[in-house]
């Protein structure tokens, strides 16, 4: 009878235990499939989407990345058309020295980059080489330079500066992520720049005012559409942009299509992101495609794209979304061929030799933002950006001349205002757990190393989310050995 009740109750226990381990294997196989193996909706692929699509695949090898992208074409700012032969880019076109994300990237995806021979040292060059249009006549920037080289050292020092600030950046930040840009701005205490305004900075910094309109704000309004109102940091991200400029042989579109094969990501063009539902567990992502609805569930979102263009409707999110509305600079891009510039059109003498390339000065250039030019055989090729339709001043602004490539974004490049009290705001890096917002750092610099910063982040962020969210998995080995201690010693008290 003993004998009958020690059996019954061992077979008891072994069945407790047996469904206790069921139970453990299934948490173990319901957790991996999601966690081992997440999928990641990015929206837009630009180098932003692409290159956070990259990160993503190094840091989760078995994540499944999907990119929605509204255009007809990847690449997003960055666009290059070929034209007789030769590659144009007409969108994001280089970066800068201390750009180390970019570079690296280059360089991890085996491409010819045309800065490989840059020593990586601070040493300023300056930026003012060009010819300024102020909208009655031409004016050679080597001359203010020459007239104010007090103000000139200023600047270099300053810019020097920033350049090696941006260096301890990367840096001091390692691996770290930064939830707001707050953050990111303390590594190399970068975050006074972005609440200043540059017209008062560099003036009660004893910057000359003619070199700042004639010069600066020219500068400004090609590397950023804008002029001296807005912010010191994208002020010295201008007058740092020559500073070991480079791009990739052969146009920067080659990256964007690397890293996309890099990532092995599925990339749906033509498919507009409408709505991201907060599930329970994750996302319900509803996009338009082909004239369908279609839905797609995702563990992680990235907004890889300005949140003003994208108009997603947020749902069932608590707190709701915070989507600080930011205004924009449109960009229009134009390749042109002509036999030359009619110089009437500049008010100027038509014998008249116009050296490197033209800048508007904003406000008084009636849009004109630059004119680069390169001679092939009897041609002459131009690239022309604006911040309107420029089609009609084209014609009266070249002799003989032929639009052969064109391109416009609403969204080229946003107002860089000073980010004081009361004033600008930064949109979150975070919009809600598992949300991510790349544009951000359109906040502060709006250039592709920008995108490449908060794409970075982005991966980073999901990657460690996804590494605690597994760390209760292994708590199941320690469980699972306690639970044959419990049973060896209750086997034990049974037989005694």
Known sequence: MIATKMFLSWISLLCLCISLQNILCKLTVDATSSLGNPTVVIVGSGIGGTSCAYYL?????DANVVILETDSRIGGRIYDVKIDGEVFGIGGYAWAGYHGYIKELVDEMGLDRTDRDFDGEPNFVSPFTFTAWNGTHLIDTREIVKAHEESMEILENGTVDFYVRMEDNYALRGYETFSEMEKFLSYGALGQWPTLESRQYYTNGSVNLELQDLAMAPLQEFINSQGLESHVFSMYTSLSAFMGTGRVVG?????????VEAASAEVFLNSTVTTVE?????FNVVYQRENEQREMYADYVVIAAPLEATEINFQNFDPPVSKPARDWYAAYSYIVTAEGYNMEYFTEDPDRNVSGFIIGIPGKASGLASITSISMGDLIYYKVTTTRNFTVDIEDMFINPSVRAEHHWDFGHPVLEPHTAGGATYQDVVLSPGLYNIGVMNDVMSQMEGSVIAARNAALLIGKESLNA?????LIPTIQAKLIIIFTSMWKFILT
């Open 278 to 282: 907060r599930l329970s567990n994750g």
């Open 470 to 474: 597994s760390c209760s998995i292994c």
């Open 251 to 259: 146009g920067n579109l080659k990256l964007v299509d690397a890293l």
């Open 57 to 61: 695949k190094k840091i989760l090898p």
